[in-house]
């Protein structure tokens, strides 16, 4: 029993440290990776190189898939490619059981030591501080392997357990179930091979039971990977399940194998860690021969998975907005800008939403920078968008691409204005109350949560306005934002004088809060002004066919 004790406890510290490892590696790479991976990955090789790289650096195949999954559902990704990917991202998981289980215990100590002096010493908002997370992690997950190794040797004399593990020994169908319950029990197919490793090595189960239990663990990895993607968008799923297809075959085929050739289990039963070294050659041939399947499996994929005109993207032309073909005409390249900025004011509004929970609770500084990294990230496309537009302003434009040209530059340098007037939000919700640990009032905090709420309402309304062609139906659109625009800074007096009156009572939070609410109210004023600017425009005449140097 104490065995089995030590064993959760030393499960529980390496879901620790590989969760400690992921959220680092994504919060000091996370929007940097993202972007250079849906630059990158133009071919087979290096979409598999890439996967197995990621999934190393984040200890799991599933946080590597739900990235590729993400990337994938914004366009940047075709399903061969993002298949391609997932394949490398499920071999990348195997190589780190094998890694982990070489005896590196001497350096835990040093990269929990070194960890811990940068995440304090550089601060937890910092990459280094980060960065610091990611060693620690590391260092755990060293040390959680020492113990699941210690706590599996007394289990070969357990008199209790070993009626179980005879019967899981004589049953391949138990076995299989054993590692699925350990790869869901950990949410990891990695901690269960290691976990079934050390129990062959301690003789609890022989070699041909520990290879049904890491099928198994197999089994959970790809049921997991589709089941943690089933709320990306049509077009993300696409990937996770070509790869689900492909790992169902080789996996039954590897099954049947293994009922039919006991050879198998004898030739890996004669060398040390044969459960890890059986792991990574699964994975390596399904990985492997994967690549020559791509492109029917993806099809298949894309014919079961449809695209819907709603999920429509044109993540190719964001990608790559300096491509030729997006140069042909000048109306052409002004809608693809008028498509990409339609992309950027909807990741605007996301942002905005996302930065809520700043008002309701105290983040921790990682994932603050993940805010500050996003924000960053959608500003490098507002710049990317003026050099574009400078490229088609030096084409023949009629005057009414000249006005739409001209609008479309006022829009994008409005959003990059309210870009930076969110990081000032961001900032100072940091500084005045994540840091200092305060709160707001409930009244305060739903007044700030309704202002923040009629602010998202104008980025929606921004979006529509974008997204219209008909030059009447916008003005109307315009009409009705700049009219929600002049409610809310009417109201900005009322609110202000319900903060005083709290404040007059004496409560605590308002006093708190008083400069930090009345700052976040004007900013948040700004942004709706930034935004009824980015709307406005003098339309001039739609259809003049006159051509402008």
Known sequence: MQSLIHMAGGIALLLWGAYMVKTGMLRTFGVALKDFLSVRLKNRAIAMASGTTLASLLQSSTAATLIVASIQAEGFLTTNMAFATILGADFGSALMTRVLTFDLSFLSPLLIF????????????????????????????M???????????????????????LEISHSPILAVLLGLCLGFGCFSSLAAVIITSGLVTAGVIPVSTGLWVALGADIESTILALMTTMTASRIGRRGPVANTMWRTVTLSFTALLLATCPFIAEGFGTIPDSVIYFHVTLNLIISGTGLFIIKPFARIADRIIPEKKADAKTGGEAADLFAKENLISSGMSLNVARTELQRITGDVRNFWHDIEIMLRINPADGEILILHDRGNYINQRTSTMTRYLGLVMRGQLTTAEAIEWQYLKNANGSIKVALNTIDRIITVIMNEKCRKNRSFTPDGLK???????RVGVCLEQLAMILAEKDLEKRRALCNTLNNER?????????????????????????????????ELQSLF???????GSAASMDYGTPNDPEPQG
Do not use: W
């Open 143 to 165: 040390l959680a392997l020492s113990l699941i190794v210690a706590a599996t040797m007394p289990l070969r004399t357990s008199t209790e357990l070993a009626p179980l593990f």
């Open 447 to 453: 007044e700030l949560q309704a202002l923040h709420h």
């Open 486 to 518: 002049e409610a809310i800074l009417r109201d900005s007096y009322e609110l202000t004088l319900r903060h005083m009156e709290r404040v007059s009572r004496g409560l605590s939070g308002a006093i708190d809060t008083s400069a930090l609410h009345l």
């Open 525 to 531: 004023n700004r942004v709706v002004g930034i935004i």
């Open 114 to 141: 070194i960890g811990t002096c940068l995440f304090f010493m550089r601060k937890a908002d910092t990459r280094q501080g980060q960065f610091g997370r990611i060693l620690i992690g590391l260092g755990i997950i």
